[in-house]
């Protein structure tokens, strides 16, 4: 059971860490919402809870609540640029629909 970053993810992550000037590292989960069910959370971390999962890669640590990784496990964060765009990219193998307009997945 694990929850990855890419290096670009981590690259992007680290940096804005340090811009901001504190912090742990950044918290993913996942909130009931939209139309497909469930979004994705994002956010930093200013510490780690007792219960938390942590994972790091790259140096940079991705903090799980035990109920999110039902959800997440197998999920890889990447940070892309598409053309003019660039942003967070989750590529979850447990995600069975999308949304249309890709705000919220179901599993």
């Known amino acids: 059971m694990a929850v990855t970053l890419t290096e670009a993810a981590a690259r992007h992550l680290a940096n804005t860490i340090v811009r901001r000037g504190k912090g742990v590292g950044v918290r993913l989960g996942v909130t009931a919402t939209g139309c497909s069910g469930l979004s994705y959370k994002l956010e930093y971390a200013d510490d780690v ?7 790091e890669e790259h140096g940079v640590k991705l903090l799980v609540e035990p109920k999110n990784l039902a959800f ?3 999920t890889e964060l990447d940070y892309v640029r598409e053309g003019l765009n660039e942003g967070f ?3 979850n193998p447990r995600e069975k629909d999308r ?3 890709g705000e919220s997945f179901r599993v």
């Open 99 to 101: 949304c249309g307009c």
């Open 49 to 55: 809870a007792p219960d938390d999962l942590v994972f």
């Open 72 to 74: 997440l496990d197998g």
């Open 89 to 91: 990219k989750f590529r």
